[in-house]
């Protein structure tokens, strides 16, 4: 104890001192040193990216190869691309993809079960999965050097010899039942749900929404039948990065998938978009909700789209970020909404969308909506400042480097352009355009491309709260969050 009081009186004495007068070089008496400012700090130009040469090849079966060695781990990855999605599910089996995908590998192989598979991969600390996306498929593999020989044969019979064991396809079905009874808990989740809805349509491949009647339809059988169909050498492209020489991997693979040659028609071109504008006001209603969550929202375009780098700047100056203009004037001057932001999201083969999201206090709702309204509006009568234009180049540039900051992310890149049949010089043109974008193309955009009238405004909150009535954003229809029994 005695300790304890002598530190404390120690303490006193040392803290109880003045604080020492700042150090001066050069000043006369009484003069501080100017504190530096951030204005002075100095970067040094953003570096090329540099994307390295994917030796690619066709094995003899059909099935295209590339490759991209890299020393620095020990390791070994890659993934088969597969030219399918869900876009292709049938309208009355909505979902069949996708437990498709998710039973491939959890279902196992004629040799071992998914959970023996489990095993033997977690006992050498590497993996095999499955997925199933909109416009493809993949199924990946990652795990050591010195194990890539057992690795690869795993990745090789559930890419090739899926069992579809029964168990687990109840087990998936049961678990997309559940993933349905929960899906009107997340109130961000339903803007953006029922946004994507009704931009592409409800009765399309692209807005339409999985049921339980549609889960009940689906059979083994139908898994089969839709594997059959897509898994084929001639429409996977497989890539590999990792520890190996190319050339006695290629060696490798061709040994490896030598006895699988099975043939299809080649894959029907994916579904297209032909949505109409459906502008309006379309309220959620959740009355178990303290905040309103909204999403505006038009079809956009893809990245071949000639406007698309101008497009990318102009929503950036919108709303990405804090310096954005959604974000100073709707959270910081007018206070009402925390988090606000916009997006050009286009896609390789299909129009994306272009989005304005926040959230808000259910109270000003209809002001934080018809706020985010009218900024987009100024985006269309005036020019953007060269503050604004050049930080927005500047943020889409230093952001597009992160998609080539590993060789993983290199290879995927590079693979989506070949598969979705993009220029082999797309990232060095996409560059170019977007350090020429000038003020005058970001308001061309604004009034050729994104027009006020045309939004789909969605909105979920709880309308007893509202201080005032959507109506005086638009025209205001009721969106249905019931979740159809199963029969």
Known sequence: MRSFVILLASAALVFGQAPAA?????????????SPSYKDLKFPKLKQVKIPDVPAFTLSNGMRLFLLEDHELPLVSGFALVRTGNLFDPDDKRGLSQVMAEVQRAGGTALKTGDQLDEELENIAASVESS?????????????QETSEQVLRIFKDVLTAPEFRQDKIDLTLSQLRSSIARRNDDAQGIAERELTNILYGRGTPYGWTIEYEHLARIQREDLQQFYRRYYFPKNIMLAVYGDFTASEM???LEKLFADWKVEQPAAPPFPAVNAKPAPGVFLAEKPDVTQTFFSLGLLGGTLRDPDYPVLQVATNIL?????????????????LAYSVGAGWGAQYNHPGTFRITGSTKSASSADAMAAAKTELEKMRTSLVTEQELQTAKDSVLNGFVFNFDSPSKTLNRVLLYEYFGYPKDFLFEYQKRISAVTRADVLRVYRERIHPGDLTMVAVGNPKDFGKPLTGVGKVEAIDLTIPEPK
């Open 22 to 34: 700042p150090a001066t070089s050069g000043a006369t008496s009484g003069a501080t040193a100017a």
């Open 132 to 144: 199933m996306g909109e416009t493809s498929a993949t199924v990946s593999f990652s795990g050591l």
């Open 319 to 335: 709303g990405s970020g804090f310096t954005s203009r959604l974000m100073s004037q709707i959270r910081t001057k007018l206070g």
């Open 250 to 252: 290629k060696d490798r």
